[in-house]
């Protein structure tokens, strides 16, 4: 069993940048791919980011470009790192397993604003 807990989040302005950490309660390595998930308010929850374990990466196309995830197996740990945030970044993101496991960490808030 992998628990990840979200951080690093807060409010920025737009335009700034971000980088957000999944630190595992055990080993990531344990998770065939990893993804970086992001619910707005009314929205569903959608993918935006995932990383496989031999590094391959997938990105949404509302991201790319901006948004850059990483995966480092001997820390544990996933990361987001998120350039030139938009106003529509504005979410609680999580970090899970692709296909998604049933459990779901706190997440971490991003706020984007003027």
């Known amino acids: 069993q992998v628990q990840l807990v979200e951080s690093g989040g807060g409010a920025v302005q737009l335009g700034w940048s971000l980088r957000l950490s999944c630190a595992a309660s055990?080993?990531?390595?344990?998770?065939?791919?990893v993804g970086w998930y992001r619910q707005a308010p009314g929205k569903q929850r959608e993918l935006v980011a995932a990383v496989t374990g031999c590094g391959s990466k997938n990105y949404a196309d509302s991201v790319k470009g901006r948004f850059t995830i990483s995966r480092d197996n001997a820390k544990n740990t996933v990361y987001l790192q998120m350039n030139n945030l938009k106003f529509e970044d504005t979410a609680v993101y999580y970090c899970?397993?692709?296909?998604?496991?049933?459990?779901w960490g706190q997440g971490t808030q991003v706020t984007v604003s003027s």
């Open positions: 899970n397993g692709v296909p998604s496991g049933e459990y």
């Open positions: 055990g080993s990531i390595s344990s998770l065939y791919v």
